[in-house]
């Protein structure tokens, strides 16, 4: 299982919502070079990035601090917020992002994901945000009527190899994850699972660990010191 610290960029800075509330936007770092750099010395091995003007804008905004972290620190870097074409996953990849995550335009146009999906293979991934069990999109203030399973095995069908699922409800609570949510994601579909929100210690990552899950993303924690980065690195690992 892999560790993914998480950096979400608002307006050019690390921040934290509470439950994908942007009117509950905690600014927790200056510098996300700083924070990747940091990161990356606790021994995380890939960063996952949102950029939240993006997703709420429908375009990339903080690209050019996204390509900083990826030139100056030297790790893989997984981005979501605001991609919804083709022309823009090309651009990231050649920025040199990683992974491109797919949310909103994912649930708007599968066919658009399918193309995705058949040109970059698994450089594509699908986040599936959820509330009471529904998709929910548009940086997250829209939700839809789309089952959270459904939608997975929706996109498993299309090609999808990886899908990072976040339960919107514990995103930033430090509540701990909705393993619950995750275990019948997990009996569903067999693509890569991330899980997301939620965590607040070790014994969360143990718990996910447990499931065989491909990784999970923590950020509150980290921030709010109540996990260790390179101890959680190390368990990942054993």
């Known amino acids: ?5 998480a950096i979400d960029l608002r307006d050019g800075k690390c921040v934290r919502l509470y439950k994908g509330d942007f009117n509950k936007s905690q600014v927790v770092a200056e510098s996300a070079v700083d924070t990747a750099r940091s990161f990356k010395e606790a021994g995380a091995e890939y960063i996952h990035m949102v950029d939240l003007d993006g997703a709420l804008k429908g375009k990339g905004v903080n690209i050019d601090i996204v390509s900083k972290v990826i030139e100056e620190v030297k790790v893989p870097v997984e981005l979501g917020g605001g991609v919804r074409d083709l022309q823009t996953i090309g651009y990231l990849i050649e ?3 990683d992974r491109v995550i797919l949310g909103t335009a994912a649930l708007n146009n599968p066919e658009f994901v399918k193309e995705a999906v058949k040109k970059y293979s ?4 699908v986040g599936i945000d959820a509330k009471n069990g529904y998709v929910a999109v548009d940086g997250w203030l829209n939700v839809s009527e789309v089952n959270y399973i459904d939608f997975a095995m929706k996109m498993e069908d299309i090609g999808v190899k990886n899908i990072i699922f976040t339960d919107i409800s514990r995103d930033g609570t430090l509540k701990g994850p909705n393993l619950d949510a995750l275990r019948k994601l997990k009996e569903r579909v067999t693509c890569d699972i991330t899980a997301s929100g939620g965590i607040k210690d070790i014994d969360d990552v143990k718990k996910i660990k447990e499931l065989n899950l491909y990784g999970v993303i923590i ?7 109540t996990i260790d980065l390179k101890e959680t690195v190390d368990l990942s690992k054993e």
């Open 1 to 5: 299982m892999i560790i993914l610290p």
């Open 95 to 97: 920025k040199g992002i």
């Open 122 to 125: 698994e450089k594509i991934a």
């Open 219 to 225: 950020g509150k924690a980290i921030y709010s010191k």
